[in-house]
């Protein structure tokens, strides 16, 4: 058992929650440095923050009480919530982020995440199934954390949900098709958590609902379309999750 140490660096950008927290969402934090993620997830004018920011050599800052509603998340949705911040701890992680130089995750970092998660799990109740990325509950306007960022190696430590189901072939199902395949995967992304409507047609936004899955649980493709292998982990989660 090891014991969280923080860096306090308060941000006044938060409000009242209605309820405990029962969700983690993680972030990049998608600027040039650390250092200048940190002062604007604590400039007022900014009205952004998270309730922790990790840095690439480990360290962890606290910016928000868990207690509080932190403003991370924006407009989002997942299982049937709207108020993401409401419900919601919000982690910042320092990297560059796809606009800035993307890059892997510093081992350090994944570490001090991984301890930051068992601590904040000993404090809340939070379900695997509610350990998701920015872009997972808001796929139209978000990536991060990205492609690169380590969801097997959390889960394995006990953190999210992570599955390697047997090869699944079948035809990948894209933008522009209408069919009951379509209207069963949109079902399948409703049912685990994303706003994703089923409508039988495989819209710009279900694309992008495709690529928030793929970037968090098929993160070798990440293109929209959803070929059998990506089915066949959507459908393995749902297990998984219930
Ligand atoms: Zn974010």
């Known amino acids: 058992m090891t014991t969280m140490s923080y860096i306090d660096a308060p941000s006044s950008n938060f409000d009242a929650r209605n309820g405990p927290p029962d969700m983690i969402v993680l972030h990049y934090t998608g600027m040039p440095t650390g250092e200048e993620a940190l002062t604007r997830l604590r400039d007022p004018q ?25 403003w991370h998340a924006g407009l989002s949705f997942w299982k049937g919530e709207r108020d993401v911040n409401g419900v919601s701890i919000g982690v910042e992680i320092v990297n560059p982020g796809h606009e800035f130089g993307y890059r892997a995750f510093p081992q350090a970092q994944i570490e001090a995440v991984i301890a930051l ?105 990440v293109d929209g379309i959803a070929d059998g292998e990506t089915r066949a982990r959507l459908i393995a989660l749902l297990r998984a999750a219930s």
Do not use: M, N
Not at 46 to 69: I, N, Q
Not at 191 to 199: E, I, K, Q, T
């Open 46 to 70: 900014a009205k952004v923050s998270s309730h922790y920011l990790v840095e690439e050599d480990g360290r962890v800052f606290r910016l928000v009480a868990e207690e509080r509603r932190a």
């Open 117 to 221: 998660l068992a601590d904040i799990r000993t404090r809340w109740s939070v379900e695997d199934a509610r350990i998701v990325g920015h872009s997972d509950v808001a796929p139209d306007r978000k990536e991060d954390p990205g492609e690169l960022f380590p969801w097997k190696q959390l889960a394995q430590a006990g953190h999210g949900l992570w599955v390697e189901p047997p090869a699944a072939p079948g035809a990948p199902l894209g933008e522009g098709e209408e069919s009951a395949g379509v209207f069963a995967l949109q079902a399948g992304f409703t049912r685990l958590g994303y706003d994703c409507a089923p409508s039988g047609v495989y819209d710009a936004h279900t694309a992008a609902v495709v690529r928030a899955f793929q970037r968090h649980w098929r993160q070798e493709r």
